[in-house]
């Protein structure tokens, strides 16, 4: 049994290539409005789900940090989004999402993300994201981690 939950959980976390992480997801019922199209507030979590299934992948879990494993308790937090919708997404559609890291500079790192159907991209984001601490100060990224962040080939 136990094999066959890892077989099955295999790629829940998605896949990392070589531009960053991609994810795959299904349109719920519980993700649509009255309309039957997704709520517009349900893409920010599809986003957040691709985010931290990028990071678990390349090895940076967040309850290592809430622990403390890196020397202090520190968090993730989005200090900043952009959103774009081109199309809407419905029920039992299955999206992809696409995240890569841009830039990352002392505290920050600046991520772009798009939700597509198919071919057809239906929300893009350009995502501001910093770690902070117990004290709600920013914390610089930690140099091991840039290169497992950035796409294969980038400089940061």
């Known amino acids: 049994m136990a094999d066959e939950d890892e077989a099955l959980s295999a790629g829940l976390a998605g896949e990392l290539t070589p531009t960053g992480h991609r ?7 519980a993700d649509t409005d009255f ?27 967040h309850t290592e940090l809430a622990d403390g494993k890196h020397g202090e308790k520190m968090v993730w937090v989005v200090r900043k989004m952009e959103l774009i ?43 501001e994201a910093a770690i902070i601490g117990e004290s709600g100060r920013p914390r610089r990224f930690p140099k091991e981690w840039i290169e497992a962040f950035m796409p294969q080939g980038a400089a940061s």
């Open 85 to 127: 919708f081109h199309a809407p997404a419905r029920i039992d559609d299955i999206l992809t999402i696409d995240t890569k890291t841009v830039n990352v500079s002392g505290a920050r790192i600046f991520m772009e993300q798009r939700i597509r159907r198919g071919e057809t991209p239906l929300v893009d984001a350009k995502v």
């Open 23 to 29: 994810l795959l997801a299904r349109v719920y019922f």
């Open 35 to 61: 309309s039957g199209v997704v709520y517009h507030a349900r893409y920010l979590e599809f986003f957040e789900r691709g985010r931290s299934d990028f990071l678990r992948l390349i090895g940076v879990h």
